[in-house]
Structures are given as C-alpha cells and as structure tokens.
C-alpha cells in the first residue's frame, strides 16, 4: 500500500482565495482525521470522519473551513476564503476500526504546508 | 474532556545515553489507547510505540521503552542508548476506545541529541 496520499505538498495562495487540500486514506482504513500543525497550538484535530461520516468538527476554527469525505477512498479540507492565519501544515491520517486489528494507530501522510500571503 | 499534556517543551541529551520524555492524559475512558510519535525535520509523523489500556505490561520497541502507570494516567517514553537520528520533535497521543476512534495529541516535546 502506497499509504496515506496527500496532495498538493506545498500551497502558496493569495489571501481571499479558495483553497483545496486532498488526502487519499488507506485502503480499508475507516478513520480519517484533518490536523493542524502551527509552532503556537502544536497538532490539533479539526475533523475526523467514521465510515465517511464526519463524527466531531467541533476542532475547525470557523466556517471558512469545510471538509468532505465523499467516499471511502478520498477526502477534502477546503478553506474559503484563505487568511495568512491559516498558514500552517495541514496533516490527514486514517486508521483501521478498533478491534478488527490489533494495531489502531493513526498513519499520516506527508502533509501540505499551506502559506497564504 | 480528554486532554494530553507534554510538559516539557524541550530536551537535550548526550549521545549513548538515555533520556526520559514525560506524557500525562486526562479521561474517564477504561478503554483507550496511547502512542508516541515521532517527527523529523522531514514532518513526517513516525510512530515509535504503542500501548493498549488494559495491557499492564508496558510496551518495548528496540532502545524505546514505556512506563505506562494507568491509575496516574501518566505514559512516558525511555530512549535508551541516544542516536544522533532520534532528534526530533515527540508526540505523545491518546486514542479513545470503542467505535468512537478519536486521536488527540499533546503539544510535543523536542529533542536535540548532543555528540
């Protein structure tokens, strides 16, 4: 498996504009999470879905931020309209369901470093 | 709610010897799961090892141990024999249990390995 696929890895957007950031879990994986990584608030979860559902967003910072998860097999996290606020490194990770393996641990992508000027 | 708390911000160690990094988590769960972590300069995040809950035999991967101490919620990690490559930044994470599946981490712990 070619792991957790996030693209694009780096994003420079004007401030205002529209941006989409897109993560591929792994196959089977029912758990997909969005972080957030800053050098102020460190890791924090914005949304994690179960079985494509999404189970607690109460971690998205405002309604600017939107995410999806269509399908199995893709996600999204939209920021409309950007703010150089929202610069950071932005994480998907996906896990299998407890209790169908043995090891539940969340597997993250490489990430896409997001910068809004 | 469930919180994790890495009080160290940062550390420092000599080369070959060992190192402790301390993780504390707040919840009401009997059943969760913890982790640590690790990122590179990369930003890759690495998992370095895993604990469930109700194991009380605290988890071991090569030079990287844990002291799991449950009814104190505390969960910290043993670096043994330092390497030049272990400097990174240190997650410590709790997953809930159940169907819920939820995933929060502390703030991170970075670790310079001296020569």
């Known amino acids: 498996d070619a792991g957790v696929i996030q693209s694009p890895r780096h994003e420079v957007t004007e401030m205002g504009q529209e941006v989409t950031l897109r993560c591929k879990p792994i196959s089977g994986h029912n758990s997909l999470f969005w972080y957030r990584q800053t050098m102020m608030r460190g890791l924090e979860l914005l949304i994690y879905f179960n079985n494509n559902v999404p189970i607690d967003d109460s971690g998205m910072p405002e309604d600017r931020f939107s995410a999806k998860m269509p399908n199995a097999s893709f996600s999204t996290l939209k920021i409309q309209p950007s703010e150089p606020r929202d610069s950071a490194v932005y994480f998907c990770?996906?896990?299998?369901?407890?209790?169908?393996?043995?090891?539940?641990?969340?597997?993250f992508g490489q990430g896409t470093r997001l910068t809004v000027v | 709610a469930q919180t994790v708390t890495q009080s160290q911000p940062e550390m420092s160690v000599q080369e070959a010897e060992t190192v402790t990094l301390s993780c504390t988590y707040d919840?009401?769960?009997?059943?969760?799961?913890l982790f640590w972590y690790k990122q590179p300069p990369s930003r890759q995040m690495i998992l370095v090892i895993r604990q469930e809950a109700y194991k009380q035999q605290n988890a071991t991967e090569n030079r990287f141990s844990v002291n799991f101490q449950k009814a104190a919620k505390s969960f910290s990690l043993k670096i043994s024999d330092s390497q030049l490559g272990d400097a990174a930044m240190y997650f410590c994470a709790y997953k809930y249990g159940g169907a819920t599946n939820k995933l929060i981490f502390g703030t991170g712990t970075l670790l310079a390995v001296q020569p």
């Open positions: 919840t009401s769960e009997s059943d969760y799961y």
């Open positions: 990770a996906s896990s299998p369901r407890p209790g169908l393996v043995m090891n539940t641990e969340a597997f």
